[in-house]
């Protein structure tokens, strides 16, 4: 009898290339302002938000972002996210790096991970939260005066079991306006001279925070602590009437604590921040008006916030916002010091997946980033038109 033929060789497989791992979104912004309003102030501006306020602005792209993403390696991953509407000086729609990383896990499940590269610094919430996601049309100046754009480089640690992982991306795959996945436990090393700029000392800064989304039945509720220490590097600029000088050199202290809670809205929602510490500023009296220390700073932000959902099939999700600081903004020229109280009512209309439609009226009071560093009250009527792909 014939021998029976040998079985046929296991079947080898291949794995992917790493460009068929890649995957591509993004979203864009097209905001205006100038809709009427009961008090418009053409010199009421916020240089670290919205460029679009004062006079003479018409239509804008506040953002316009393309994400390439996705695991080369069973243990490395990475994100890079560039923005093409970037303001530098006066010009508009640059093209700049916002985040561009590699996340290296440390065990098969990815409980244990380091990033390394420019990325977000954990400090805080909503600093976290992605701007396609936030309800408000920009971040609180109390909590994103820390930290411009929300980003540096260096190397950070996060860790979270594999079930609160899976918990981070239910948050924000649902649509209750979860901050992403940082961890439970976020520990970093970074420049601390905020995104795109070069160190500027050889003292790098030092973050942590401790964050973890609680859920009561159906209700998720997130409670966070944390805080940062480095040293600020910082120039003054000096006017011809105005001899502005750092009081004690440049390198300035700069060290914040922060308490962070988010009531997900199932269907109402209450979010609130606030932090305390001392960074770079101007002073107050005619003593140290013209001197920058490092002084003392306070501030936060409480949001209230209902999410109707099956309204004509789409989502409404209407939100009130209060914010208060007291501080200096150590990335703007002369770190002036800020008094900022400011009341934001809008709603966000989720027309579907592709297409949301923001509308906002905002109450402010707040000091000016443009010398002479003048108080300005005014009222905005603004709308944003977001599609995500």
Do not use: C
């Not at 009961?38 to 460029?51: E, H």
């Amino acid at each position: 009898a014939a021998a029976p033929a040998p079985p046929p060789p296991p079947e080898v497989k291949k794995d992917k290339p790493w460009y068929e791992r890649i995957h591509l979104r993004g979203y864009t912004q097209v905001r205006y302002n100038r809709l009427p309003s009961f008090r418009v102030n053409d010199t009421l501006i916020n240089d670290q938000g919205d460029r679009f306020l004062g006079k003479d602005n018409g239509f804008g792209l506040r953002r316009a972002r393309l994400v390439f993403y996705g695991d080369v390696h069973e243990h490395v991953s990475i994100y890079l996210q560039p923005d093409f509407a970037s303001v530098i000086g006066d010009q508009y729609h640059v093209a700049i790096i916002r985040d561009w990383y590699a996340d290296i896990s440390v065990d098969s499940k990815k409980e244990f991970r380091f990033r390394v590269g420019q990325s977000k610094v954990p400090f805080g919430f909503e600093n976290l939260q992605s701007s396609q996601n936030r309800l408000a049309l920009d971040r609180n100046d109390a909590i994103n005066s820390a930290l411009k754009d929300e980003r540096d480089i260096g190397v950070f640690f996060y860790w979270a079991p594999a079930e609160i992982r899976a918990r981070f991306k239910y948050l924000v795959d649902s649509g209750l306006k979860g901050s992403g996945d940082y961890g439970v436990v976020g520990l970093g090393v970074y420049n601390g001279q905020t995104a795109n700029r070069p160190e500027r000392n050889n003292s790098p800064h030092a973050v942590a925070r401790v964050t973890y989304p609680f859920q009561f039945g159906q209700q998720f509720v997130e409670m966070g602590v944390g805080g940062y220490y480095g040293r600020f590097n910082l120039a003054a600029a000096p006017r011809d009437d105005a001899a502005y000088a750092v009081a004690r050199g440049p390198d300035m202290v700069d060290a914040r604590a922060i308490v962070s809670l988010m009531v997900y809205p199932q269907p109402l929602g209450f979010m609130a921040e606030y932090n305390v510490g001392r960074g770079p500023s101007l002073g107050t009296g005619p003593d140290e008006g013209l001197l920058i220390d490092s002084r003392n700073l306070h501030g936060g932000y409480a949001q209230l916030m209902y999410k109707l959902d099956g309204v004509a099939g789409m989502t409404l999700i209407p939100y009130l916002r209060g914010t208060l600081y007291k501080g200096g903004k150590k990335f703007e020229t002369n770190a002036p010091r800020y008094d900022v109280r400011e009341v934001e009512l809008g709603v966000e209309w989720q027309i579907f997946k592709a297409l949301e439609l923001t509308g906002a009226y905002l109450v402010a009071d707040r000091t000016s980033s443009r010398y002479p560093y003048k108080q300005e009250q005014g009222h905005v009527t603004r709308v944003q038109l977001q599609f995500n792909y």
